[in-house]
């Protein structure tokens, strides 16, 4: 999910997105390269991303990954899993006891 | 576009991660990082790269099929940089497997193979006996195999259950016939096989050429006609299209023949000499002078028939025993009700015809069946031990690799890749060992024979059954060695270097050994029993002398001779080869010692009580007895004076006299005939030795001699039909050895009359030595086999024994540098291998004695091991276990125990 939420703002390489991750979650979040590449080619044969070789901004040829039409779809529908399970565990965090 | 998309992106992924690299790389460069060192961080940063890739390219699907391919070649290097154990596997597995497909191929085209006919499931055989050739007489047991020609009619004609039923002359080829082309000179032996009309409707065969035999073929009367199988128009007529038509003087009488068999039909039965000719047997009384073909009681056909689809066996064969009943009535005289309540028949599938030869040989191939697979076993245990010495010795290498992340499951299929891989090239391997193999035992099982009808050639059966042997063979061998080397714990091993040992794997590695040596004992005891009764067999006094003679069969009768004529033929014959410079004794008799034939008949001595007992006779001329070398020791032999006016004489043998005679009487000057009433017949002038006739197995065998031409008075059958008074073959003895004797007997006899043609000519030696060819082919193979097993143990031993002196010599530098001796070390190592070679005999001795047990049938005159036998076997199999320990023994006594302890 974090990987198609990267995508959305325009297509990346692998490097990019692990980078990007890390930065936009403030360091905390570090994706193994171990997970990275198994996950992007799974999301690739899933349909979900689509990649293509181009050249970087810095000028190195690299493999860019880029969200499809379906991939936008997964990641609504998963975001919305996501939204009602932290909803779910917030309610069971902030309960007080004797509630239930 | 590229051809081949997985190396495509493959090549993709490598870049992929190469760019994500040098990224990050340049990224540190900017921060301020060395290259070198920005690289390495890079690096790790990203991980284990190979097993990055291996997991993402597993989420392609493909991986499976990649790594097939990547254990294959990883396999193939490994097999390649250890060619001595490759060689010993691969030559180890040959001989396993091929000898294995070699007996199977024998046993598929023998035992297993359904006759070259349409739909062979559908043909039901009358009779489960193999009962030849001609009777007269009831059977005690009331079970049915051979017919009267009235009977197959009644049959035939009350049975609508069969499409078509069809009756065969059961003893084809005895006599052969002689067949010569209208317009030729040469007439040559051949087998011609009697047959109904109906009999190659019932196989459902079409011709190769012109047209096969019809009913209308079967009549009396009708000019008689003939069909050749394809083999003998082949190689005697060149396929030749005008034979189809043209006139063939078969045993001087004119046949047509109308037609060709098909390619590759040999008759109703697998034999060596398969059928030539096929003649409508209503021709046969002409043909071959033979009386018998329609006596109600004589039973001489049997019958074979093809079913309509859907009849129901039981109600059948109740059918098929009601009609029997009802023709055996007929012929009150011979089946009494007691015997007609008897009477059944037993239907049996017919499609591999009539099973005479697989009877013959059934139970030597299934012996050699479990002789080869015994070595089998051995191969087994032995590639089992070479491949865990291997894999032991590996362990380092394969603890490396665990702990570089390899997956327990990915080196145990990479090691059963590698089994497999032995096991499939040792299976092809095999599978050429097995051809050869096959042949030579075709060639050991029928030797001389030109048409045997059997094909070694491949055939699928006998390539999936050596597939799934060696298969089988690499998955056994191996997991035991892939389950020990999962357990290899790599901390451990790493930690503690060479010097830790699986238990298991070592006591793996010694039953094994125990193993073969207990089978390897029980095959060499098996070979030497049956060198021994092959031994036994040949040595045994024939009391006879085959130096310098020679056995030429003949047939008069099919020669066109009347019995009128023989008296003065077999003048002849003595006077024509008198002529020929070197001879010395020419011998005319029925049959010889040491063939495949017999008469008998009953004996009753004049004035004793009716004895009940019978005696093989022979007819013979008077220079027979020296020719075979058969010594008179009381009276005289046979004279020129016995002519067909004389007093009938007999000369007996010397069980005849032991059977008939109370001891010390003389039985010179004695009566006797077949017959109470007939006892004046023969006068006995003579005894003779006990000379071997028939088999060597006959024991105890009562014969006696009579004059060729010589009939009692008493005897009603006329002259005409006398058919004991042809002879069947000439014994020639020469002063020397003579080469070109074939030569000169066929001139010789071609002189006399050109139908006068040599069935088989032989020297006396060769004639008894093929009487030996199973007993010999048997004792060949079972040394053979026990050889091999004796080599595959040896080998064994060594490798466990040199193996555990390689693990243990840190322990022995230790031991000799605290003062052990050499002899000692040798003693320590030998001990070990010797244990389990006493553990294998103590096994392998009460085994072997147990199986004596079930070979007993096929050893002569040997009921249990003797002495000797095991003696030897023991002997041989304790002298290649020294040998085989000996080797890694010396090697140990010659570590140097400085050497020992610095490499520690």
Known sequence: MLILKTLQWGEQHGYGISQAIRTTSGEVLQVETGSLYPALHRLERQGWVKAEWKQSESNQRAKFYKITKLGKEQLASDYERWGKMVATIEGIMTARRGDA | ?904
């Open chain 2, 1 to 904: 576009m590229r051809v081949f998309p997985f190396f495509r992106r493959k090549t993709d992924l490598r870049e992929e991660i190469e760019s994500h690299l040098k990224m990050a790389t340049a990224d540190r460069v900017a921060r301020g990082e060395s290259p070198a060192e920005a690289r390495r961080a890079a690096l790790r940063e990203f991980g284990n790269v190979p097993l990055i890739a291996d997991v993402t390219r597993e989420r392609w699907g493909w991986l499976r099929l990649e790594r097939l391919t990547q254990d294959l070649r990883f396999a193939m290097r490994q097999l390649r940089r250890t060619p001595a154990f490759t060689i010993t596997v691969l030559l180890t597995l040959a001989l396993g497997i091929g000898a294995n497909t070699a007996i199977f191929t024998l046993v598929n085209s023998i035992l297993l193979r359904n006759l070259p006919v349409a739909d062979p499931k559908m043909l039901v055989r009358f009779g489960n006996e193999n009962d030849c050739c001609v009777s007269g007489e009831t059977e005690d047991s009331g079970n049915y195999s051979l017919f009267p020609t009235e009977t197959y009619e009644l049959l035939k004609q009350n049975l609508p259950e069969f499409e078509e039923l069809a009756a065969i002359q059961a003893g084809y080829g005895n006599p052969p016939i002689i067949a010569r082309r209208d317009g030729t000179q040469e007439a040559r032996s051949a087998m011609g096989e009697f047959v109904s009309g109906n009999y190659f409707r019932t196989f459902g065969l079409q011709p190769r050429a012109g047209r096969l035999l019809a009913d209308t073929d079967n009549l009396t009367g009708v000019p008689m006609t003939a069909v050749m199988s394809y083999e003998t128009w082949q190689s005697d007529y060149a396929g030749d299209a005008s034979v189809v038509g043209s006139t063939f003087w078969v045993n001087t009488k004119p046949v047509t023949i109308v037609g060709i068999a098909p390619k590759g039909f040999f008759g109703d039965r697998i034999s060596s000499t398969p059928p030539d000719y096929y003649l409508p047997f209503e021709s046969m009384p002409v043909l071959a002078n033979v009386p018998y073909v329609h006596e109600p009681h004589t039973r001489w056909l049997y019958i074979i028939g093809r079913v309509k689809p859907g009849v129901a066996m039981g109600a059948l064969r109740d059918k098929v025993n009601v009609l029997l009943r009802q023709a055996f009535s007929a012929i009150p005289a011979l089946y009494k009700t007691t015997e007609l309540a008897k009477v059944h028949v037993v239907l049996t599938p017919g499609g591999a015809g009539i099973q005479q030869l697989q009877e013959q040989y059934s139970s030597q191939l299934h012996l050699l069946m479990w002789i080869a697979g015994l070595v089998l076993l051995i191969a087994c245990a032995n590639i089992g031990n070479l491949l865990l010495v291997r894999v032991m010795s590996r362990r380092a290498e394969l603890c490396i690799r665990t702990a570089l992340g390899a997956v327990r499951g990915r080196i145990i299929r990479q090691l059963l890749t590698e089994c497999v891989m032995l096991a499939c090239l040792g299976g092809l391997a095999g599978l050429i060992v097995a051809y050869a193999g096959a042949e030579m035992l075709l060639k050991l099982a029928f030797p001389g024979a030109a048409n045997v009808p059997i094909r070694v050639s491949p055939s699928m059966p006998i390539l999936g059954f050596a597939c799934a042997l060696s298969l089988v063979t690499g998955i056994l061998f191996g997991v035991g060695p892939a389950w020990i080397a999962a357990q290899t714990q790599p901390v451990e091993a790493l930690r503690s270097g060479a010097r830790t040992r699986a238990a298991s794997a070592s006591r793996l590695q010694r039953a094994l050994v125990v193993l073969q040596a207990a089978v390897s004992l029980v095959l060499l005891v098996g070979a030497g029993l049956f060198s021994q009764s092959l031994n036994k067999l040949q040595s045994t006094d024939l009391k006879l002398d085959t130096r310098n003679r020679y056995i030429v069969h003949i047939n008069p009768q099919t020669g066109g001779y009347s019995q009128t004529q023989l008296d003065a033929l077999y003048r002849t014959i003595e006077q024509g080869f008198h002529a020929l410079p070197g001879v010395k004794n020419v011998g005319i008799c029925s049959y010889t010692p040491m063939e495949d034939n017999n008469r008998d008949d009953y004996v009753q001595i004049q004035g004793q009580p009716p004895s009940g007992k019978s005696a093989s006779w022979v007819r013979s001329n008077s220079e027979y007895f020296d020719s075979v070398g058969t010594h008179v020791v009381m009276g005289r032999g046979i004279g020129v004076q016995d002519t067909p006016t004389a007093r009938t004489v007999a000369v007996v043998n010397q069980t005849f006299v032991k059977e008939f005679f109370k001891q010390g009487s003389n039985p010179i000057g004695q009566h006797f005939g077949p017959e109470p009433a007939t006892t004046g017949d023969f006068e006995i002038v003579g005894v003779v030795e006990d000379t071997v006739y028939t088999s060597v197995y006959w024991k105890n065998h009562s014969m006696y001699f009579i004059p060729m031409t010589q009939r009692p008075a008493s005897w009603k059958r006329p002259l005409e039909h006398d058919e004991s008074v042809y002879a069947g073959a000439i014994v020639i003895e020469t002063q020397r050895p003579m080469n070109d004797m074939e030569k000169l007997t066929r001139t010789t006899l071609a002189a006399i009359n050109p139908n006068l043609t040599v069935e088989q000519f032989e020297r006396f030696d060769q004639q008894i030595s093929d009487r030996f060819t199973e007993e010999r082919m048997i004792s060949r193979l079972s040394t053979l086999f026990g050889t091999l097993a004796l080599l595959l143990t040896s080998v064994g031993l060594y490798g466990v024994t040199a193996y555990s002196v390689a693990q243990r010599t840190p322990e022995i530098g230790i031991r000799m540098a605290l003062g052990a001796g050499r002899g000692g070390v040798v003693g320590m190592v030998m001990r070990g291998a010797l244990i389990q070679t006493v553990l294998g005999l103590a096994i392998g001795i009460p085994v072997a004695l147990i199986c004596i047990r079930y070979v007993k049938a096929q050893l002569y005159e040997i009921a249990s091991a003797d002495a000797q036998v095991i003696t030897i076997a023991i002997a041989t199999l304790a002298a290649a276990a020294c040998i085989a320990g000996m080797i890694p023994a010396q090697r140990a006594a010659s570590i140097d125990p400085a050497k020992a302890l610095r490499a520690e």
